[in-house]
Structure formats: C-alpha cells, structure tokens
C-alpha cells in the first residue's frame, strides 16, 4: 500500500525553526518527485518547494526562498523540509506529494500520492 506520512508540524514562535519529514512506504521514493503543499485556513492550496527525484533540480515558492530547505534521502525515503525564520503567514496544515515525474510541477492536480498533512502554526 502505499503511503505517505509527514511528521514535524507544531507550534513555533515567529523566527523559529521546524523540520518536516515525510516518509514513503510501499513503494521506491527515488522513482517520485516529491513537492510540499500548505493549505491555510480560508486559502487555496499552494506549492511550497518540489525537489526531483536525485535531487538535480529544486524549486522554492517565491515566499520561502532562503528561509526554507529542501532535502531527500531516498535510501531511508524520507524528505525533509527545514524550515527557517518561520512566520505568521507560514502557517498551514502542510502536505508532501509524489509526482510520477522526471521533472516537478506547480500544479497540487499533477500529484498521484498525498499524505495526510501536519499542521504548523507560527505564533506568538
């Protein structure tokens, strides 16, 4: 079966830090891209960063670039997203994805496997 599941959220002060993890079960993770979603309350959801599957290209959402880092391990199929100098309006219910796909998409509708999503909330 196959399943992914993240872990990490929580709830952070504004300049705090988390990592996401999202481990894959029931199938090889160096064959998916893997992209990370947020769903705000009231807001459509929206990519966060997609790395490929050996790591040759990754792309950041314009609000996190160099705050927020992607990473992959595929022999313990896992991908992490470090997230830096978090925010208020980081706050979401977060999501990774797998993309049957050389390259990432922006697009949530392009993505075959979901996780359940845990929830990061950045307040003082």
């Known amino acids: 079966q196959l399943q992914l599941v993240e872990s990490g959220g929580g709830l952070v002060l504004p300049g705090g830090a988390l990592r996401l993890s999202c481990a894959a079960s029931?199938?090889?993770?160096?064959?998916?891209?893997i992209g990370w979603f947020r769903q705000a309350p009231g807001k459509e959801r929206e990519g966060v960063s997609c790395i490929t599957r050996r790591s040759i290209m990754i792309v950041y959402a314009d609000s996190v670039k160099g705050r927020f880092t992607i990473s992959r391990d595929n022999d313990k199929k896992t991908v992490y997203l470090q997230m830096n100098s978090l925010k208020p309006e980081d706050t979401a219910v977060y999501y990774c994805?797998?993309?049957?796909?050389?390259?990432?998409?922006?697009?949530?509708?392009?993505?075959?496997?979901w996780g359940q999503g845990t929830q990061v909330t950045v307040s003082s």
């Open positions: 029931g199938f090889t993770l160096d064959s998916y891209a």
């Open positions: 994805a797998a993309l049957t796909s050389p390259r990432c998409s922006p697009s949530s509708h392009d993505y075959d496997y």
